[in-house]
């Protein structure tokens, strides 16, 4: 694979605030696994340490520090719990705090579960949620099933098969990145024009996607789109220095 010229950053989003919680440890070797690949930047982003707005949901409850790691993020990996036969429900909030930042990024799921199905069921149903947020999910889950059993006290990883099944996952989330950056970048819509000058370097950026939002405010009324129900926001990448931006379809350029 062509190695990118920038480094893809790819952060693992541990999705409980658990006490005792066994998704960290599975978060900590996925995060050690990705941590030893090359021309790759990652970090772990511990729902329990952001925070955590509860008075409100969606947007309304956006973190600015988490939303720039979503927005400068080519690919996220997700550690999700199965709680009662689905996904955490912190996850889901914390996921839904931001929609722009995600369009067009891969996602891979590692499911936790102390029974025997290795989260399986919460992924099945997290796949729509992260659709709806524009995130392009890859095929290869890891499951961790019976999870108590798979780290000894001090945390150590005791079945190493799941060593090659995280590379394994890894390998495709990577080539999904790389290959949605360079969508992102350098492939344009039908029918795009009047290009948008990057924010951060003024080069010319590429529109890769809309999404249409609801006006979130009474004045931004004009521009709904009485055929498409909403607003039409246009996402747009840059190929030289990889910011994310968008603006209203209707917008001026
Ligand atoms: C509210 C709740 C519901 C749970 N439901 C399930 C379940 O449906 N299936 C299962 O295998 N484990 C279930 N578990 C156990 C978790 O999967 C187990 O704790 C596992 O280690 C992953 O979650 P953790 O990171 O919080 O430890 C549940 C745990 C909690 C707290």
Known sequence: MVAPARAL?????????????????VARVVLSELSRRPDLETELIDVAQ???????????????????KMRRSDALVLVSPEYNHGYSGLLKHVLDSCLKEYVH????????????????????????????????????DVNFSTVQNAFDESGTLRDQAYLPRIDK???????????????RERVAMPQSESPMRCPKCGAEMN??????????????????????????????SCPACGANASRRASAPA
Do not use: C
């Open 9 to 25: 950053y790819v952060p693992v989003i541990l999705g409980t605030v658990r006490q005792g919680r066994m998704s960290l440890p």
């Open 50 to 68: 952001l925070p955590l707005r509860v008075d409100d949901a969606g947007e309304a409850t956006k973190d600015a520090g988490f939303s720039e």
């Open 105 to 140: 990024k891969a996602v891979g799921v590692v499911g936790v579960s102390a029974g025997p199905f290795g989260g399986a069921r919460g992924i099945q149903d997290l796949l729509p949620v992260l659709r709806e947020l524009g995130l392009a999910a890859i095929f290869w």
């Open 169 to 183: 996952f890894l390998n495709e989330l990577v080539w999904m990145a790389t290959t949605l950056r360079h969508g």
């Open 207 to 236: 529109h890769h996607a809309e999404k249409v939002l609801q006006a979130a405010d009474p004045a931004e009324e004009w521009s709904v789109d009485p055929a498409l129900g909403g607003v039409v926001e246009e996402m747009h």
